[in-house]
């Protein structure tokens, strides 16, 4: 085995890429947020606070959530930049320039991150409460991803494109 794959699985079995990376990822996501508002003026008191809640946050989902989150926390994000990519070719492509559109849209990041918001809300409401029994109970022939999640998503890039574009 090579000397990554070595390393790859070290890591894996000491909790390193389970726990570190994300902790990592999270420390540095509030100070920097922390930072930039200002909210506490000094620095030190910004990474103390940021180094403590990271620490409670990785606690609390070392604890409560299921082994493999970080792994499909992974994917999703790489499947975000991914079509962050391609709309951003199909922005391109089209004509509008990215830059001039700081102005006018000043409200998306705010709309993405509640929308993230409230899936995240959904998606901890599932886990704690028992909707796949309830969802089990339930019968119908149609493959969700396929034939529900897929066409809605298209629909939804679609429309975006045309809005911006149009505008």
Request: negative net charge; hydrophobic residues 65%.
């Amino acid at each position: 085995m090579s000397f990554f794959a070595n390393l790859i699985i070290f890591m894996s079995e000491t909790d390193v890429i389970h726990l570190f990376f994300p902790w990592m990822l999270l420390l540095a996501f509030i100070y920097g947020v922390l930072q930039k508002y200002e909210l506490f003026g000094d620095e030190a008191v910004s990474g103390a606070i940021a180094l403590s809640s990271s620490f409670l946050a990785m606690a609390g989902i070392y604890f409560f959530m299921p082994e493999n989150i970080f792994a499909n926390f992974g994917a999703i994000l790489a499947f975000a930049a991914f079509a962050a990519l391609g709309f951003m070719i199909v922005m391109a492509i089209s004509g509008i320039d990215i830059t001039s559109l700081e102005g006018r849209t000043g409200k998306i990041p705010l709309a993405v991150g509640a929308g993230i918001m409230v899936i995240g809300l959904i998606v901890i409401a599932v886990g704690v409460f028992p909707v796949s029994e309830t969802i089990s109970e339930i019968s119908f022939s149609a493959n969700i991803v396929d034939d529900i999640i897929m066409p809605v998503l298209l629909l939804g890039f679609i429309l975006a494109v045309i809005a911006i574009t149009s505008s």
